[in-house]
């Protein structure tokens, strides 16, 4: 914003001193028509009213140069701060990307958009503040000392009253990005949710908890929209108080001879000036707070970030280690002690019971999860930064991600496969591209809609087995696979094991544990078998 706020001042100064040199020409001109009868003819003030007529036109157009740069900039800015959020968001640990998804979502979707009335009308208020106000108080005072003098009694009165109402909304603007936090997050759990809770006829049952945090949050906005209400009131009362003390001094001496007419019109002409910008930030300031508010939120997110050394270039490695790994978690700690050997020609099989730690122990492997004692080794030596053996490594998350697209999108999604056919045989998906309405070219929607929970993970492990990685971590590759396609996949894991491929697996099936060639069992600390 830095150079957009330059550009505004310069166009805060030039509304500045056209507000100021207009009020004083247009005092001139009054008081020329009235103390001066001779001079009421057009010519006569031809060049004042054309040079008057200059000065306002040159106002408008700063106004408007300063209005089309303040929403340039805080469109720049806003899409930068958006990006950053869901840059740095996105990079967390799994773990903490769930904690702090609905805080992101809200921030990249709505939140930071209460900042453009921060940019567009807070700020221009506040340059024009700093420039009109003490520029006007000069002029009053080469013309009228005391006028200047009541002015500046009354002129501090503005701020203090500025700070204390402030104060209160702070707070408030707080509870207001919380509890729209809190009903954004249960809309989207919602949306989410909607055909499990259709299928369970319960579609209707979130309703009055939603309606309930709606209600919160509006009683929260309509809190602060009465502050801001009483606080324009009080902000316009003192502005207003000051030019009537003004008006009246100013009247007062001019009854009894004490003060010219160009003089007392100066006076009441720019009177008003010094404190319209005040009471102009003191409106925008309540408009800007719900911004400002997420802003803040929104950097200490950014401030969170791991700021990471370069990764290490681990492209080639061929075997995994974790020595003694154990991770603390909300449950308890899983996986606890766990030594594993993950070497190139060997089937490794992870299992044991649900919350084991099973899937965390991939992450680790991952660097995906840090952990909170041992460490992991990449062909024997200690690394700390994992990201440089995700070129080595095929990964099948528990969960795998398709996303709405095409399924050759889907196949391609982190990387072009080198030969889709043989990944599709590879799989088994080559009988269900068979089978599809357009092949490749078939659409899927969202989470894989069009393929039946079966297809779906033939295509994750056609994604993953393409690739000749020399690392592969399968967690529950034979999840939802009928027996046939089973022994295809499990065909495949075993020759790939066989052409020395480190091949771990997480699995509870009873087939997956009859190719293994270690198998090792969690569960409190960990006990390896062969």
Not at 87 to 113: K, S, W, Y
Not at 256 to 265: C, H, K, Q, R
């Amino acid at each position: 914003m830095r150079r957009h706020l330059v550009a505004s001042v310069c166009c805060g100064a030039v509304i500045a001193a056209a507000t100021l040199a207009g009020a004083v020409l247009m005092a001139q001109v009054i008081a020329g028509l009235v103390s001066e009868p001779e001079t009421r003819t057009l010519a006569h003030w031809t060049p004042t009213l054309v040079l008057l007529a200059v000065i306002w036109a040159t106002r408008v157009l700063a106004q408007w140069a300063q209005a089309r740069l303040s929403q340039r900039g805080a469109t720049a800015a806003i899409a930068d701060l958006e990006q950053r959020v869901l840059t740095v968001v996105t990079a967390r640990a799994p773990r903490r990307l769930a904690a702090e998804r609905d805080d992101a979502a809200l921030l990249a979707t709505t939140g930071l958009d209460g900042l453009r009335p921060y940019y567009t009308r807070y700020l221009p208020a506040l340059i024009l503040a700093v420039l009109i106000t003490p520029a006007a108080v000069i002029v009053m005072a080469c013309n009228d000392l005391q006028s200047t003098v009541i002015v500046v009694i009354a002129l501090p009165l503005v701020p203090i009253f500025m700070i204390l109402i402030g104060l209160v909304t702070r707070d408030r603007s707080a509870a207001a990005l919380r509890a729209m936090t809190t009903l954004h997050a249960r809309t989207l759990d919602l949306v989410a949710g909607i055909p499990t809770l259709k299928a369970l006829g319960r579609a209707a049952g979130p309703a009055d908890r939603i309606a309930e945090l709606g209600g919160a949050h509006r009683r929260s906005a309509m809190a602060t929209l009465r502050i801001a209400f009483m606080s324009s009131f009080v902000l316009e009362l003192l502005a207003t108080l000051g030019v009537a003390m003004v008006a009246v001094s100013v009247g007062l001496r001019l009854v009894f001879g004490e003060v010219d007419l160009a003089t007392a019109l100066i006076a009441l002409l720019v009177a008003p000036e010094v404190f319209w910008p005040l009471r102009r930030v003191g409106a925008e300031f309540h408009a800007a707070r719900d911004g400002r508010t997420a802003e803040e939120s929104a950097l200490q997110l950014i401030g969170r970030a791991n700021h990471a050394s370069p990764a290490p270039d681990l492209s080639a490695a061929s075997r995994l280690r974790l020595d003694r790994v154990s991770v603390d978690g909300r449950d308890g700690t899983a996986p606890r002690h766990l030594s594993l050997d993950i070497e190139p020609g060997v089937v490794t099989v992870l299992t044991g019971p649900n919350g084991s730690g099973k899937s965390t122990a991939i992450e680790v492997l991952l660097g995906l999860t840090a952990p909170t004692e041992g460490a992991v080794f990449v062909d024997d030596a200690e690394t700390v930064d994992l990201r440089g053996v995700w070129p080595a490594i095929g990964w099948l998350p528990q969960r795998p991600v398709l996303v709405p697209g095409t399924v050759r999108a889907n196949l391609d999604l982190f990387g072009p496969l080198p030969d889709i056919d043989s990944a599709c045989r590879a799989a088994g998906f080559d009988v269900v591209l068979d089978a599809l309405p357009d092949g490749l070219e078939t659409r899927l929607g969202r989470d894989g809609a069009g393929l039946s929970l079966g297809q779906r993970q033939r295509l994750a492990l056609a994604r993953v087995l393409g690739p000749d990685k020399p690392i592969l971590l399968l967690d529950e590759p034979t999840a939802h696979l009928d027996s046939d396609s089973r022994a295809h996949v499990l065909e495949t894991i075993a020759a790939r094991a066989a052409a020395g491929t480190a091949v771990l697996v997480v699995a509870h099936d009873r087939a997956v544990l009859d190719i293994a060639d270690r198998v090792v069992r969690i569960g409190g600390d960990a006990l390896v078998a062969t």
